[in-house]
């Protein structure tokens, strides 16, 4: 596959994290605006931005986010940043993106939970005014944080399901907190009918993916670690679960280490729906051309396959079906 060609193609993307998705150009006149000093040096500035090749694990990549959430305070800064995340969705013929945040991690400085979600809405409308690139949010609870404030996020969600936001997520520390850990905040997601994606298998357990089917996932972030529970593959053919894998990142997390234990291909065997994301364009330096271009490098994915592969993700794509209709025919159309 031909990289210019690859960038040129239309894709999908599910999985793409705010905060760390943010050019560090963008982010150095975010800062400056507040009056928060950044490294002088571009450098300098890429390196406390961008995970090291060589992470111990997840928390040590997670570390990259400190700065970036301390310039993530104010309404402006939320709206620049998600205006500057589907301007890099644009540059490579993306789509439509599902960007998903935290809302609790930026209240800092007093934003109330509404208003730092309206700031991020109104940051995609504008881009996608702007770039072309159609896209929604997905509100991420936090793992480590009090369950009646992870439900503040659920209420939130609910409020905004016609102004953008389209799912609920959980982010953070998986292996003190386990799905089970959010069984009735999960029950609410169900019964208010929000649509639900899960991080589960970024590291842990097989099992951690299958109980976050059972609590109401219907797509998983990552899922690496169900590759040594095959008994649970059944279960995500059975309710057409979606896996939303992010290769560069999940290397740097040590989720695994080596390429022979990167379960692309025994997904794709076993009949388990997968789609292809950055997780976070800047912390992982990479882009979604880039996800592809590796694929075609460790297995010789084609154009045929990157097609399905999006495909699969229009399918989980949490819109209606005449939205999917509309980008199911135009990649049909490209490729």
Same mark, same amino acid.
């Given at each position: 596959?031909?990289?210019?060609?690859?960038?040129?193609?239309?894709k999908?993307?599910l999985?793409?994290?705010? !905060?760390?998705?943010?050019? @560090?150009?963008?982010?150095?006149?975010?800062?400056?605006?507040?009056?928060?000093?950044?490294?002088? !040096?571009? *450098?300098?500035?890429?390196?406390?931005?961008?995970? @090291?090749?060589d992470?111990?694990?997840?928390?040590d990549?997670?570390?990259?986010?400190?700065?970036?959430?301390t310039?993530?305070?104010?309404?402006?800064?939320?709206?620049? *940043?998600?205006?500057?995340?589907?301007?890099?969705?644009?540059?490579?013929?993306?789509?439509?993106?599902?960007?998903?945040?935290?809302?609790?991690?930026?209240?800092?400085?007093g934003?109330?939970?509404?208003k730092?979600?309206?700031a991020?809405?109104?940051?995609?409308?504008?881009?996608?005014?702007?770039?072309?690139?159609?896209?929604?949010?997905?509100?991420?609870?936090?793992?480590?944080?009090?369950?009646?404030?992870?439900?503040?996020?659920v209420?939130?969600?609910?409020?905004?399901?016609?102004?953008?936001?389209?799912? %609920?997520?959980?982010?953070?520390?998986?292996?003190?907190?386990? @799905?089970?850990?959010?069984? +009735?905040?999960? !029950?609410?997601v169900?019964?208010?009918?929000?649509?639900?994606?899960?991080?589960?298998?970024?590291?842990?357990c097989?099992?951690?993916?299958?109980?976050?089917?059972?609590?109401?996932?219907?797509?998983?972030?990552?899922?690496?670690?169900?590759?040594?529970?095959?008994?649970?593959?059944?279960?995500?053919?059975? +309710?057409?679960?979606?896996? +939303?894998m992010?290769?560069?990142?999940?290397?740097?997390t040590?989720?695994?280490?080596?390429?022979?234990?990167? @379960?692309?291909?025994?997904?794709?065997?076993?009949?388990?729906?997968?789609?292809?994301?950055?997780?976070?364009?800047?912390v992982?330096?990479?882009?979604?051309? !880039?996800? %592809?271009?590796?694929?075609?490098?460790?297995?010789?994915?084609?154009?045929?396959?990157?097609?399905?592969?999006?495909?699969?993700?229009?399918?989980?794509?949490?819109?209606?079906?005449?939205?999917?209709?509309?980008?199911?025919?135009?990649?049909?159309?490209?490729?």
């Open positions: 596959m031909k990289r210019e060609h690859v960038k040129n193609l239309p999908i993307e999985h793409c994290h705010l !905060d760390g998705s943010i050019r @560090p150009e963008t982010l150095r006149e975010i800062a400056d605006a507040q009056g928060i000093a950044l490294p002088n !040096d571009h *450098a300098q500035l890429k390196e406390l931005l961008i995970a @090291p090749k992470c111990q694990n997840l928390n990549y997670l570390e990259r986010f400190d700065l970036v959430l310039c993530l305070q104010t309404e402006a800064a939320l709206t620049a *940043a998600a205006i500057d995340v589907i301007s890099q969705a644009a540059e490579e013929n993306i789509q439509y993106i599902e960007v998903r945040f935290a809302p609790s991690q930026h209240t800092e400085k934003l109330s939970l509404p730092v979600i309206t991020v809405l109104a940051g995609l409308e504008q881009g996608q005014q702007q770039f072309g690139v159609k896209s929604n949010a997905l509100l991420c609870g936090m793992r480590h944080e009090e369950l009646k404030e992870i439900e503040k996020i209420q939130l969600a609910e409020v905004y399901k016609t102004s953008g936001v389209v799912g %609920f997520d959980l982010a953070g520390n998986e292996i003190d907190f386990p @799905p089970y850990t959010f069984e +009735e905040t999960l !029950d609410l169900n019964q208010l009918s929000i649509p639900l994606t899960l991080h589960a298998g970024e590291c842990g097989g099992k951690n993916v299958a109980d976050a089917i059972h609590l109401g996932a219907k797509r998983i972030g990552h899922g690496i670690a169900l590759k040594d529970t095959p008994e649970y593959f059944s279960l995500l053919q059975k +309710e057409n679960i979606l896996i +939303e992010c290769p560069t990142s999940n290397f740097q040590k989720t695994v280490t080596r390429l022979a234990d990167y @379960p692309f291909q025994t997904f794709l065997e076993a009949g388990i729906n997968i789609c292809i994301n950055t997780d976070n364009r800047t992982s330096d990479t882009t979604l051309t !880039d996800e %592809f271009m590796k694929l075609h490098e460790w297995y010789g994915i084609t154009y045929a396959d990157m097609e399905q592969l999006n495909h699969n993700a229009v399918n989980g794509a949490f819109i209606s079906e005449s939205e999917k209709q509309l980008l199911h025919d135009q990649l049909t159309k490209s490729y």
